[in-house]
């Protein structure tokens, strides 16, 4: 993620300044935007739609959570919101409008307060509240200190989002960028395999060049292919950070062979496969990937 890092630091960062102070009209953000998604999809300022696998995904479904399945690119629009509430948390807790009593304030509450129903009810449901005479103040329920943060104010925006499981194991392995954001497409399956092509009218192989089958998509390539399934024999299975890495690798190795069979004219080759993958295993190891190296996950028969 050290990457992706970099990018929020430089071209995030700079508007946060102005989100916190002022609201940015829509073709301002827009066209921040615009500058971010080009320089994660290509590097510079200018991108088209098609140029990437990954600007085949909303924009909005990339800038989730990595836990909700995004890319954890901040929605400068949310963060904007969450920066200016800084604004109402300092004000002071008013009896009257302020949501004190069970998440609500007593003109939501009890919006006809001075009925004798009403009035009833209110008094039964503050039964239990015990009033001081000492200033009240605003406790923020989604940080255990009790205090705002514009942190826990942005993550609150995504409350009641799908969790994307597998977030843990794809972020938090030894992978490289290209790797991970690779299998992050493959598990939504938004990579260009026959189902995808066809559906779109674009040129495609009839069947699966590794194994002569039907290829129907990226779970074909990676899983069920006989080819898949030979490469995955051969990697002992581990349950640690590491095996996690070697699957992403294990993964975009085999997504590589099949690429090169399909416009390169290759021949599938498990050993050719299997040996990049040691290869590109060994490059990590030198890199620092200590871990990787411990395991002797891949055998050669
Ligand atoms: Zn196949």
């Not at 009035?119 to 503050?126: M, V």
């Not at 039964?127 to 104010?153: N, P, Q, T």
């Not at 495609?204 to 024999?233: G, M």
Request: proline share 3%; hydrophobic share 45%.
């Amino acid at each position: 993620m050290h990457m992706l890092k970099k990018f929020w630091s430089v071209l995030t960062a700079i508007p946060i300044y102005l989100l916190l102070a002022l609201k940015m009209p829509k073709w301002f953000i827009c066209a921040i935007n615009k500058i971010r998604r080009g320089f994660l999809w290509k590097g510079s300022k200018d991108v088209n739609g098609g140029c990437c696998l990954v600007a085949s995904l909303a924009w909005e479904k990339i800038m989730r959570l990595i836990d909700l399945g995004g890319l954890g690119i901040l929605n400068l629009e949310v963060m904007g919101w969450a920066l200016q509430m800084l604004w109402l948390c300092g004000n002071d807790t008013l009896f009257r409008s302020s949501r004190w009593l069970l998440g609500k304030s007593i003109e939501e509450l009890a919006p006809n307060v001075f009925r004798t129903v009403t009035y009833l009810e209110l008094w039964d449901a503050i039964s239990d509240v015990h009033l001081s005479s000492s200033a009240d103040i605003h406790r923020w329920k989604f940080e255990s200190s009790g205090f705002f943060s514009s942190r826990s104010a942005y993550k609150a925006f995504f409350v009641g989002a799908i969790k994307f499981e597998p977030w843990k194991r794809l972020w938090k392995s030894w992978a490289p960028n290209k790797c991970m954001i690779f299998l992050w497409l493959a598990v939504r399956n938004r990579c260009w395999t026959v189902d995808r092509l066809q559906k779109r009218e674009l040129p495609h192989p009839d069947y699966c060049l590794l194994c002569d089958q039907e290829e129907k998509n990226i779970q074909h390539v990676l899983t069920s292919c006989v080819f898949a399934r030979k490469s995955w024999r051969k990697v002992q299975k581990h349950s640690k950070k590491e095996f996690n890495s070697l699957v992403i690798l294990g993964a975009w190795f085999l997504w590589k062979h099949r690429n090169s069979c399909v416009f390169a004219g290759s021949a599938p080759n498990i050993q050719i496969a299997i040996q990049a993958f040691k290869d590109e295993a060994n490059l990590w190891i030198a890199g620092g990937a200590k871990g990787v190296a411990g395991l002797q996950l891949v055998r050669i028969s």
